[in-house]
Nanobody, 124 residues
Framework: QVQLVESGGGLVQAGGSLRLSCAAS????????MGWFRQAPGKEREFVAAMPWSGSTTYYTDSVKGRFTISRDNAKNTVYLQMNSLKAEDTAVYYC?????????????????WGQGTQVTVSS
């Protein structure tokens, strides 16, 4: 399995921006579909965004459409989540996932690799 390390979280005011990074080990990163998930206190982990290995499309949960952008740099074995116009309800621990299969924002199979998570806190 690929090893994942997230970074880039922090404390930001509402309306601000953050860019999360997820660095992956291994030589087969370009063959992995990558997803971002988040878990707020007292809530279940939820899907945020995903990009299949081909990079041909992207999926977003409705609440982040137009504000978040997922991208990947296969040369750096890294997937990013650019988060703009942040809201207090975006506060959560954000995780990346590798190796899943994504058909839509609501239909997907999780991959077996997770990072340790990075905390994002948005103050209102």
């Amino acid at each position: 399995q690929v090893q994942l390390v997230e970074s880039g979280g922090g404390l930001v005011q509402a309306g601000g921006s953050l860019r999360l990074s997820c660095a992956a080990s291994g030589r087969t990163f370009s063959s992995y579909s990558m997803g971002w998930f988040r878990q707020a206190p007292g809530k279940e982990r939820e899907f945020v965004a995903a990009m299949p290995w081909s990079g041909s499309t992207t999926y977003y949960t409705d609440s982040v459409k137009g504000r978040f952008t997922i991208s990947r740099d296969n040369a750096k074995n890294t997937v990013y989540l650019q988060m703009n116009s942040l809201k207090a309800e975006d506060t959560a621990v954000y995780y990346c996932n590798a190796g899943g299969t994504y058909y839509s924002a609501t239909r997907y199979l999780l991959g077996g690799s997770w990072g340790q998570g990075t905390q994002v806190t948005v103050s209102s």
